[in-house]
């Protein structure tokens, strides 16, 4: 079960986001599953750079990409009032690489990439879903 490690550099952005879509750029269900995260829920590294892991199954990496059971789907990443000057080539920045399931498990373990439990994992949906509702109060 291969997966895509996605790393983001960037943390000065006020707002960032990456959101995960179907083929018709039709966002998943973000209120249900965790295929977006924005600044505020994202676990940032040590350094200030986010660790994403995009898979179909939850692999405990904190900031999972769920793909809601897709084999393929579209990635949007933002960043907003980042000050850039594009002549400088030390601004944001995304790596991303195709890796396998053993490779995240390794970097969980060697504390490379940030882990949750799968208590926190449910905790973390529950905030998602209440948040969400949030938007549409009477």
């Known amino acids: 079960d291969d997966a895509l490690l996605i790393r983001v550099s960037g943390r000065e952005a006020p707002f960032r986001d990456i959101v995960a879509h179907d ?4 966002t998943l269900d973000y209120w249900r599953i965790t295929s977006s995260y924005n600044a505020a829920q994202t676990q940032v590294n040590a350094d200030g750079s986010s660790t994403y892991v995009v898979a179909r199954s939850d692999p405990g990496a904190a900031n999972w990409i769920d793909t809601g059971g897709l084999s393929e789907v579209v990635l949007v990443h933002r960043w907003q009032g980042i000050a ?4 400088d080539a030390t601004g944001p920045a995304i790596l991303a690489e195709r890796v ?3 490779d995240i498990v390794r970097g969980i373990a060697a504390g490379t990439i940030p882990a949750i439990t799968a208590e926190d994992r449910e905790r973390q949906r529950e905030r998602r879903f209440k948040e969400f509702g949030l938007r549409y109060r009477e």
């Open 100 to 102: 396998t399931r053993a």
């Open 84 to 87: 850039f000057d594009p002549r």
């Open 23 to 26: 083929f018709w750029f039709r």
